[in-house]
């Protein structure tokens, strides 16, 4: 174990709130959206505007032989046709915000060059007066193809006779191999009393936002300005981006990312056509918009998750975790997309456990499928699912309270701050508490004096667990630099006063549904004592907010939260400041209440901060030695990433003759630091849970392995959950404030996304523990669950597993 | 309804109220009712997020019925009655239901929030009072990705019931009147 030497976390008291931060306060964002008056990219329709439509490599992988698209050019409407060569010759290859340690870099143009890698590339596009004459033209260009063979199957992908996908770079479909860990697991493998293994297999799906991508871009020539509307999480990294790829400076490009329908981690960075879209808009000098159809979505944006996970964990006798170990193969599609496969399965290798030695093998697979890229959770789900249901297996195995054996390992809140195996440290918390919070709140102490008898009706009844952690936000721009990422790990905001007595909030985050206007104004609100209605948040938009990240990683406010605390209270120091000229007061005797500057001993003595704001912004009456103006800049990173956790509980009752199962009762524990507003941050929870349970139970994007072609990708194919799918869910929370964030906040948006497969497989196994059911695939279905019944065999210990590559392990690895 | 042709093109000739207001247009035989509300109308509060039938984010009401309007195609709103999201608020004041949407943060970011609201207004006009487990059903039509859906239940079953919900936050000013379906 690594103790650090930092300030131990606080209690669990809940962090002393004062004004709006801690309340629900109803959000800024809704009235707009409400009334059907959300700005969404396709609302925006420019005079003149042209319509894209793109042409798709309909085989999993393919030469392209040949390209006619002169009948296209012929038919009413149609103004332009581009095709590879063109996008070769006036662009550079799309950039990746998110490399892979040690890959080597993918040659990734917005149209196909000389070969396809998966079903859905784009190889050409057209602009027309409308998106039917655009979809028309398409059927004119005639493609001639060649198949090349390929490879759907990420295991398969690895044999050393699979079709390489990119043989020009790489000499098989392995893009890099990273390893993190410390000590000497292989060692402790050897001494151990028991080591349970599992190979776990997690299943390929997609973030599905109702709003799919879409751009609106605009070129004015004279002006050198390239204006991009862009359904992005990223509008600041969008721009950089689009001046890479399209030879421009940064300053020429302008992207706006008003309202976003949906993000979840889909909508990072440049795709293929939004480079397309701007070529047209450049070529012809009027705006072209694409919003991609639902068809599109399923094949050309990204998916997520596919992996298979070879999971170890050794123990003595008496439960005590001695190593964990996983070697995951895990699938990155056709090319490397802008955020690539998930890491976060190395960074919490071990969840909440205690273990000083381990190791997390990634390898990042090419296979010819839709590129995957980032999604809420973003490998935490996948490896919570291999090393919870390995932790059932351990107390089955050693016959010990499973609620017991994770309490028994869980690190202890005296220890925290911990360094990890893979170099992560836990900041604080008290895991075990969630886990009792949860055993009690679902009844287990009842329910494992009962046993499992069936009911009635031949049901039998199972409880399962699974504890957690989330990290949230980055653990600094060094890490982030180590790793060769393209970003920072900051926020960044402008304040500005307005003469009508108001705070104009400037950031770079868009708004996608995580209620970060609210919240922003909360602190703003919080921090100088203005009214919160009396601030107004203006989002995503590269021309008017400071240069910063964006909304991902769950980092949004816990970096931002410091860059608005900062900014307020420079704003509010100025601010008393000539309100105390003006009122000739010492400014000590001074506080902004509302809509006031007044006297704290006497509230009738005061002057609006309207007047106070016009004073500043025309210089007019300011003292000397002031500068005017009322407006601030701040831009801040935290000292560490933040780590939330929690336990899920699940009573599932299930029918051994046939394997279907209900979950009726969910219970999920969650802390998640100073809440700054309960309601948004219980709307979090419930939102990311219900995507929980759509990966956990139903969805599954499946691949024809002779074809290669995506079976399923249609919303009539592809089930998530409606309203009435989701069990009962039950939500508890603790509130252990973060010692590395500001107001000790922790991210929220993805802790739920990470319990249900582990929660609801270990219910199963719990109750179905007589015949010997043990699941390790998702998404559990029934028909999975009867297929454990009736051939108990085929799951467990696999025949064959993944190995560790040779070679020593870096002390820690590069460190996360 | 009449037909003719502009060009190669034949174009459809409809009538229809929307919104209280009639309309007269000349459409392409294959423009959808989805895409003629928000292209030709500028109603952009009616979403499209699949042109299947699936998702329900264009969900309008016709006729007093809630409608998937990308399934249908303009030319089929030829003497019906359409009410869109749009028609919801009056001046500066939510609607009700759209009140005890705000009030139970019954949306996140807000694409499929139009049809849950014109999927309620149909419900509505049901005259029944809906269980939770029914309501549950019948919005089973539209999905959300960001809610999980259980506060988009209550918003609904809160405005059946016509009571405000307590602790809402009026910071706007626009409304938090009780209120239930018309």
Known sequence: MTTLDRPVAVDTAPAASRGVIGSSVTRKEDDRLLRGDGRFTDDVEPAYLLHMAVGRCPYPHARIVRVDASRAWTLDGVKHVLVGTDVRAATEPLTVLRPVPGAPSLPYYALAQDVATHEGQPVVSVAATSRHVAEDALELIDIEYEPLPHVVDVLAALEPDAPVLHPSVLDSNLLAANSDGSGDPERRMLEADVVVEGRFRINRVTALPMETRAVVAEWRPGARELTVHISSQVPHLIRKQLAETLRLTESEVRAVASDVGGGFGLKLGVFPEDVLACLHAMALRRPVKWVEDRAEHFRASTHARESVHDYRIAADATGRILAMTDVYATDIGGWNSPFGSAQLSSVVLNGPYRVEDGYAERRVTLTNKTPVGAYRGYGQPEVNFAYERLMDTLARRLDIDPVELRAQNMVKQQDLPWKNPTGAVYDSGDYERCLRMAAEAIGWSAHRTAGRVPRADGRIAGIGFSSFVERTGYASARFLARRGSQFGAHESVTLRANRSGGIDVYTGVSTMGQSAETAFAQVVSEVFGIDYTAVTVHAGDTGASPLNTGAFASRTMIAAAGALREAAEELAAKTVRLAAARLEIDAAHLEIAGSVVRRRDDATVGVPLAEVFTTAITGQGIPPGEDPGLESTSHFEPSDAAYSFGTAAALVSVDPGTGEFDVERFVMVHDAGTVVNPTIVEGQVRGALAQGFGAALSEELRYDGDTGQLVNGSMLDYFVPTAADLPPIELLHTEVASPVTPFGIRGVGEAGTIPPGAAVANAICDALADYGVALSSLPITPEAVWRALADQAASGTPDEHLTPTPGDLPDGGVGY | ?182
């Open chain 2, 1 to 182: 309804m009449t037909a003719n042709t502009a060009g190669t093109e034949l174009l459809v000739e409809l009538t229809t109220t929307v919104n209280g207001e009639e309309v007269t247009a000349t459409v392409p035989p294959r423009l959808h009712a989805a895409d003629f509300l928000r292209s030709r109308l500028g109603l952009t509060g009616t979403h499209i997020g699949c042109e299947q039938g699936s998702c329900g984010m264009c969900t309008v009401v016709v006729d007093g019925e809630a409608v998937k309007s990308c399934l249908m195609l303009a030319c089929q709103l030829d003497g019906r009655t359409v009410q869109t999201v749009e028609s919801l608020a009056t001046d500066d004041r939510l609607d009700p239901l759209q009140q005890a949407f705000k009030d139970a943060h019954a949306l996140q970011c807000g694409f499929c929030t139009p049809g849950f609201l014109m999927t309620a207004t149909a419900l509505g006009y049901q005259g029944s009072c809906p269980s939770r487990a029914e309501i549950r059903e019948e919005i089973a039509g539209v999905l959300c990705r960001c809610t999980g859906y259980e506060n988009i239940v209550s918003a609904i079953e809160n405005w059946f019931a016509g009571v405000p919900q307590p602790g809402s936050g009026d910071e706007t000013g626009s409304g938090g009147r009780a209120g239930g379906p018309r």
